[in-house]
């Protein structure tokens, strides 16, 4: 499923410039990862957007949806080849094979190769012939059957999607919250020595932490969240159950009550 899902996303919204199309990428990643949704085409995406972003939760008026099933492609070309500036390679994989083939150029306009029949090529002399590769696996994992690791996996590929300037929430043993909120300072790191934060918390060398700003709800709405500026904390990304894409980063800030629940619903699923 990850295959057909990367697919997907990594030819839609492509620029990083595109703000709109990554938030869209950024929430279906988490979609996926907490296996909230199944994404394996360009429908898929669309309709995950539409039952799922439609209504706003942030400053944006309203967001708008098009899907559009098919793309005319038999154009004629306008444009001659010009040498040596279309050096992209073209790669493609075979299932349960464990080789691979290459050519230095991608072919975009004949029927063979839009019907996936690579091989009969019809712009060949252009393109240049498939080279094979044999694929070598460097470094094999073992898997322990008796040890769960899907929560250890989303922990860390959630934490590869945390950027600095985001508010995300961790987990927390304090009897009184459940969870705290962070403005993440910078991207996910490994301590090279023990580190004390300014909170007093005490972290080892090696472990992988997010440094950042707290949250302090202590006002009169329980969802209401005012900046800590002053004291830096540390916290190992282990502890990070839930990105909050549309909330900015801002002084004061007032969580929805939907995705308090969704934090919740996270801890609940670590436990």
Request: charged share 25%.
């Amino acid at each position: 499923m990850s295959r057909y899902y990367n697919k997907v996303i990594f030819l839609i919204f492509s620029g990083s410039q595109d703000a709109a199309g990554g938030l869209l990428k950024r929430q279906a990643d988490i979609a996926v990862l907490r296996g909230r949704a199944t994404i394996q085409n360009a429908s898929d995406l669309y309709n995950f957007a539409v039952m799922n972003m439609t209504q706003t939760k942030s400053v944006c008026k309203r967001r708008l949806f098009r899907f559009v099933e098919t793309i005319p492609r038999d154009t004629n070309l306008s444009y001659q080849p010009v040498s040596n500036i279309r050096l992209v390679y073209q790669v493609i994989v075979r299932d349960n094979r464990d080789e691979i083939l290459i050519r230095e150029l991608s072919c975009f306009s004949c029927d063979k190769c839009a019907s996936h029949i690579y091989e009969e090529c019809e712009n060949i002399s252009n393109t240049g012939s498939f080279t094979k590769v044999k694929m070598i696996n460097e470094t094999p994992r073992v898997v322990d059957n008796n040890e769960d690791t899907n929560p250890e996996i989303e922990r860390e590929e959630l934490s590869d999607l945390v950027s600095s300037g985001q508010v995300i929430a961790v987990y927390t043993d304090d009897s009184d919250n459940d969870y705290y909120l962070i403005k993440v300072m910078d991207c996910p790191h490994v301590l090279r020595v023990d580190t004390t934060d300014s909170w007093g918390s005490i972290l080892p060398t090696g472990t992988s932490v997010i440094s950042g700003l707290y949250y302090d709800n202590n006002t009169s709405s329980p969802l209401l969240y005012k900046l800590v500026s002053k004291k830096k904390a540390i916290v190992p990304t282990e502890s990070i159950v839930y990105i909050c894409s549309e909330i900015d980063a801002t002084r004061n800030i007032q969580l929805h009550e939907d995705i308090h629940l969704s934090i919740l619903q996270c801890i609940n699923e670590l436990k």
